[in-house]
């Protein structure tokens, strides 16, 4: 029995601006789309060419309440091929939020608030 990872979910409030952001911020596009008819929820999965792994962006209709994703503990990890290049992007879009020049890492933070981890490909 072999198990692949397929994707990870988070909880967005607004689907334009995290699209917009994981499109700008780490080159992620929507691969596929799923939800009813009625508009209530929307699931959006998000992937590029790097990698199988997808990000599950999950909307849901009239929530106005963060979601609790599990605290600063919690996080996706991205390997960059250029990671002053993307220092530097990311310092323009103002979303880092914590750095470990020691360990040579990053950490950027979404819309809603959920932290990325940016490490340099070794």
Known sequence: MNFKMAHTEIHVLDLDASLNF?????????VREKGPE?????????????????????WNRGRVEPYNQGGRDIHLAFEVDDIDAAHELHESMGCIVKENPS?????IEDPDGFYIEIVPAR
Not at 103 to 107: E, K, L, V
């Open 38 to 58: 009625d508009g209530s929820w929307k699931l959006v999965f998000l992937g590029n060419d790097s990698s199988d792994h997808l990000l599950e962006l999950t």
């Open 103 to 107: 360990m040579g890492i990053y950490f």
């Open 22 to 30: 994981y499109e700008r911020a780490l080159g992620l596009v929507s």
